[in-house]
Nanobody, 115 residues
């Protein structure tokens, strides 16, 4: 059974940085593409960044140049480095496989950017 646990969120001023981590249990991590998603109230969850098992990355236009996704397969962990944060980045951030699987959603981690 796969479990994904996100951490690293918090309150930060606009222009600041945060690094999110997602620790995965289960044997599928190293062979799976992983993604970071975010959701704000009343909006659909959106994919902001993804990384293949070989390290190829892709980003939503809204975060390109500011966010960096990475992974450490030995630690079963995927990261999201977020720089130059904006108020619009305020959301609950989740990790999941990419494409996502409904059974893997965790609690997420709240990111709040104050302007």
């Amino acid at each position: 059974q796969v479990q994904l646990v996100e951490s690293g969120g918090g309150l930060v001023q606009a222009g600041g940085s945060l690094r999110l981590s997602c620790a995965a249990s289960g044997s599928i991590f190293s062979i799976s593409s992983m993604g970071w998603y975010r959701q704000t109230p009343g909006k659909q969850r959106e994919l902001v960044a993804s990384i293949t098992s070989r390290g190829r990355t892709n980003y939503a236009d809204s975060v390109k140049g500011r966010f960096t996704i990475s992974r450490d397969n030995a630690k079963n962990t995927v990261y999201l480095q977020m720089n130059s944060l904006e108020a619009e980045d305020t959301a609950v951030y989740y990790c999941n496989t990419s494409p996502s699987y409904y059974g893997f959603w965790g609690q997420g981690t709240q990111v709040t950017v104050s302007s």
